[in-house]
């Protein structure tokens, strides 16, 4: 290889390089991703109304959609409305797992959470990511992202079991932090699902590309 050559491919691994450097690693980065069939994808809604009257999938895109007053997922249960992917077959202890997804939320849904993962020691869920008037928040809590509406964004959320560490990605670049709320069986989850207070009457969000990824 002549000197020209060398030249050439010094100055490629060097460009290379530094746009890895600058652009940082993905968050899916050594995990594999897990095959996702329609099996995978449960959904749950209001228990009295057919499912199209809370629940699409065209070209590549789920919109999810749900009222104050709808009823819950089933009808012994006293829990707050919902629509929602509810992940079967998915379910985990152990590990290191991902949940990567594209979502939009319109401008006026305020108060449901859009993604979680259910599952605690003592809690029914070990993290909520929520939206406040276009915020996003952990519960009702600590300000993640401002500016959500009305835009596609992804979303990676991590949680390392046995580290007891979740972590969250917006867009590639990592948000926020926390501690799990202890050992139990976990499972993610995708959608709309209204607290119990501080809500808009319509919820909605809609989710493409998603992918659930282990190691």
């Not at 057919?50 to 819950?72: H, I, M, Q, T």
Request: glycine share 8%; net charge negative; proline share 5%.
């Amino acid at each position: 290889m002549g000197f020209l050559n060398c030249y050439v491919l010094f100055l490629t691994v060097l460009v290379v390089f530094n746009i890895s450097l600058l652009c940082g690693a993905d968050p899916t980065d050594g995990f594999t991703e897990v095959p996702l069939t329609a099996a995978n994808f449960e959904i749950q809604r209001p228990y009295n109304v057919p499912l199209e009257e809370r629940y699409s999938f065209e070209n590549g895109v789920r919109r999810l959609w749900v009222f104050a007053d709808d009823k819950p997922h089933n009808p012994s249960s006293h829990t707050q409305p919902r629509t929602e992917v509810r992940f079967h077959g998915l379910d985990y202890s152990s590990g290191v797992w991902q949940f990567e997804g594209y979502g939009f939320v319109p401008n006026g849904t305020t108060g449901p959470s859009i993604v979680q993962i259910h599952g605690a020691a003592h809690d029914p869920s070990t993290i909520i990511l929520r939206i406040y008037d276009g915020d996003m928040r952990y519960y009702s809590g600590d300000l993640i992202a401002t500016n959500m509406y009305d835009k596609w964004f992804r979303v990676n959320l991590i949680h390392d079991v046995d580290g007891g560490k979740v972590t969250v990605f917006l867009d590639g670049v990592q948000k926020f932090e926390t501690n799990d709320r202890g050992l139990a069986q976990f499972y993610f989850k995708c959608g709309v699902y209204a607290a119990l207070s501080d809500i808009s009457y319509y919820m909605e969000s809609r989710w493409r590309d998603i992918k659930i990824y282990k190691k």
